[in-house]
C-alpha cells in the first residue's frame, strides 16, 4: 500500500485529502505543524508528499527545499495562495504540482496517482545503463545522473525526465501540451506553465548562458527542441 504525508494544519481540508485517499487504497498520516511535518517526511517511510505552503513553525517553502535535499520522492503543493509567483516559486524549489484550494477532490487522487505512477515508471527504469551524449552533456539513465562538461548536475525528478525525454528525440518540436502529457500523463489538469517553469530551471543548471542556450531551444509559438 502506497503511503502518503499529508503536512497540512486545516484538519478539515486534511481530513478530506485523507479520507478520499484512503477510499483509493492509499495510507495517509496527516501532520498539522511544518517543523513535525518535515521530520516525518525525511524519515523515508512516504512514497510521496503533500504539503501547504502556511503551516505554524516551519513554511511550506522551507520543507519542499530540504526535502528537495534527502529525497527524490513526489511532492505535490496544495495552497490557497494562487498567484503565479507562488506557483512559480514552488515548482522551481523542487514542487512537482501545484494545486490551489479549493479543489477537485477526484482531481487530487488523480494526480496523486500519476504522480506514483510515472515515479515508478522512472525507477523502473533505472536497470537501463543507457548514456545519452550531446556537447559535453552526459546522461545516465541507469544512475539517474546528468553530467555537464564533466561535472554533475542535481536535477529535480521532474526535470530529469523532461531532459530525458527531449535529449532522446534530438530536432523533434514538442508542444507544451504534448510534453505535459509525455511527463504528467493525460490524468494531469494543470496550465503548460508548468513546462516553462521547468525548462527555464533546467536551463539555469546545464546551460553556459541560459539565455542562449545550446540544448534546448524554444521555438517561439511552438514549443521546445533538443537540439543535437
Not at 77 to 96: F, T
Not at 107 to 114: D, G, N, P, Q, T
Request: no cysteine.
Amino acid at each position: 500500500m502506497k503511503k502518503v504525508l499529508i503536512i497540512e494544519d486545516d484538519l478539515n481540508i486534511a481530513e478530506l485529502e485523507r479520507d478520499y485517499l484512503q477510499l483509493n487504497g492509499y495510507h495517509a498520516e496527516i501532520v498539522q505543524d511544518g517543523m513535525a511535518g518535515l521530520k516525518r517526511a525525511l524519515s523515508g517511510r512516504f512514497d510521496i508528499i503533500v504539503v501547504d505552503l502556511m503551516l505554524p513553525q516551519k513554511n511550506g517553502f522551507e520543507i519542499i527545499s530540504e526535502i528537495r535535499r534527502n529525497l527524490e520522492i513526489p511532492v505535490i503543493v496544495v495552497s490557497a495562495k494562487n498567484e503565479d509567483i507562488d506557483k512559480i516559486r514552488g515548482l522551481d524549489i523542487g514542487a512537482d504540482d501545484y494545486m490551489t484550494k479549493p479543489f477537485s477532490p477526484t482531481e487530487f487522487v488523480a494526480r496523486i496517482k500519476s504522480h506514483l505512477k510515472r515515479y515508478e515508471r522512472l525507477k523502473g527504469n533505472a536497470d537501463s545503463h543507457e548514456v545519452i551524449l550531446h556537447k559535453g552533456l552526459e546522461i545516465h539513465t541507469g544512475a539517474h545522473q546528468v553530467f555537464v562538461n564533466g561535472k554533475e548536475v542535481q536535477l529535480t525528478t521532474k526535470e530529469y525526465e523532461i531532459l530525458v525525454f527531449l535529449a532522446s528525440h534530438p530536432n523533434i518540436v514538442f508542444t507544451k501540451e504534448r510534453l505535459l502529457d509525455a511527463i504528467w500523463g493525460n490524468e494531469y489538469f494543470g496550465d503548460t506553465a508548468t513546462i516553462a517553469v521547468h525548462t527555464h530551471k533546467i536551463r539555469k543548471k546545464i546551460e553556459a548562458d541560459p539565455a542562449n542556450p545550446v540544448y534546448i531551444e524554444t521555438i517561439w509559438g511552438t514549443g521546445y527542441r533538443f537540439k543535437p
